[in-house]
């Protein structure tokens, strides 16, 4: 390397530079208290105990099992911690920042052959005192963040809770169905034994063994499909408690306790109750404030600010070695940013029209959940007395047609006619037994007040 010997210069052998950050330095412990402002995770509703419950496992325990295992539950809980951190990060801003910077350099003259050794070592402190709302508005956005991620926490829950009761149903539904086609089948398989035995007996056809060997084969047929819907009606209840769809558990049946409650006698009082309990709708609106805080936050930013600074430094570089200070206020006046802050602030304000609208529509939708599963109830209560009726007549008919013709005085189209009406008519049962407790706990869910 060449050097000009009328030109001196220092080359830096060695240079080390240290930042630390004194806010950044203490515990990382909660000092804003923002963990408390965090609603109960999933374990902290119901009581729920995440312990392994006994074998069965009642309804009550299929549902803690999922709130505690479900992937859904845990997310809504990790997204209200963000929240929180994110509020005491907000807070933040209304203490003073502290810096501390250590300095430590080599300088060699090429000219001098000289070596100098400098060391600095200094704190800056930074106190803003005065921004125009800028501070509060974004800690108002950010305490509408977190309600809005707790309420959003309640409505995933939820909605888990309602999807493990409608697949725990469901599971045993299919289980009811798959029972009532093989008493299907059973009533096929005695009318195949009638028809064969009066064909052998001559006193008819080989039509009517055929036909009543078709109808055993075709009931069957629907037993085997029914057993493969009941084992991936399994397989979804334990996907829905956060479990392989494999895992084998033993699950107890629900109570047969299908007493007739009155419907409420107001749907208009209950869409009221569900805008104003509904989780989702009560995050909508905290959402709403938050995007409103926003605005104030893109407007504080083209507004002056005004700051307390002080420093106090130590110079060791052979030549020098003393201590200054200086202590002032800062004022931040911003002039102009190419028209940054104002676009930000139109960008706001349309969020917040934007956000507005998302409220209306959705407190519409609320009312029609509640509409839809009030009418849903009302149907379905209808429909377990009438289908209670449709299988007693069904039933009566089917015997009936059974003994006329072992008595050999009717046809073997009215006896399996009368068999498959029977089967549909206890489907159809079934079917509205589970249809009925889904709808309870759909209005419920569509209320708000699927806790109680």
Known sequence: MKF?????YFLTCLTLTITVNTAQAVDMADVFATQKSVARNATGYLQVDCAHPVSPLNLIDVVNTALCNNPQTTAAWANAQVAAAQLGSAQSAYLPSVNGTANLSRDHSALTGLNT????VGLSLNYLLFDFGGRSAQRDAALATLDAANRSQDQVVNTVYLAVVQAYYQYFAAQA??????????SAKLSLDAATARYQ??????VDMLQAQTAYSQAQLNRVRAEGDMRIAQGVLTNVMGMDADKRIDIAPPNNDLANKSLPNSVRDLILLAQQQRPDLQAAAAQ?????AQVRVNESAGKP??????SVNHQDNGSINGVGSSVGLALNVPIFTGYNSTYKIRAAQAQVLAQQAQQAQLTNQVALDVWRAWQTLATETQALSASADLVTSALAAADMALGRYRAGVGSILDTLNAQSALASARSQQIQAQYNLRIAKVALAQAVGRLNE
Do not use: C, D, F, M
């Open 288 to 292: 709403l404030r938050a995007t409103q």
């Open 4 to 8: 000009n010997r009328n030109v001196g």
């Open 305 to 310: 600010t005004l700051s307390l600074t002080g």
């Open 201 to 206: 007996a001559g006193t008819n056809t080989r």
């Open 117 to 120: 050794i400098n060391r600095n």
């Open 177 to 186: 169905q798959t029972l009532a086609l093989l008493e299907a089948e059973k």
